[in-house]
Nanobody
């Protein structure tokens, strides 16, 4: 089992910045990927950024505005968001994935609201 606690969402004006953090606890040694997804009202959940084995991938809409980082010692994954736009508004979810032996697993955080006012 893995527990995820997210923090850092809130209200920001367009052009501003926010930093999201997600702390993992439990069976963290089996985690091999950590990341963030988001879901806007009426839309499907989409990848924002993920990091695995030191390699980061970003959603196409990010275009250099966001940076994901992972602190293995603290079992946290952070998302630094800059140049925020109104279309970045949504619920942001922390996600982790890994393997228990040959069985894959994934866990989701409870979500944190990000609202960007224009």
């Amino acid at each position: 089992q893995v527990q995820l606690v997210e923090s850092g969402g809130g209200l920001v004006e367009a052009g501003g910045s926010l930093r999201l953090s997600c702390a993992a606890s439990g069976s963290i040694s089996d985690i091999n990927a950590m990341g963030w997804y988001r879901q806007a009202p009426g839309m499907q959940r989409e990848l924002v950024a993920r990091i695995s084995s030191g390699k980061a991938d970003y959603g196409t809409f990010v275009r250099g505005r966001f940076t994901i980082s992972r602190d293995n010692a603290k079992s946290t994954v952070n998302l630094q968001m800059a140049s925020l736009k109104s279309e970045d508004t949504g619920v942001y979810y922390c996600h982790v994935g890994g393997l228990y032996g040959v069985r894959s697993f994934e866990y989701w955080g409870q979500g944190t609201q990000v609202t960007v006012s224009s």
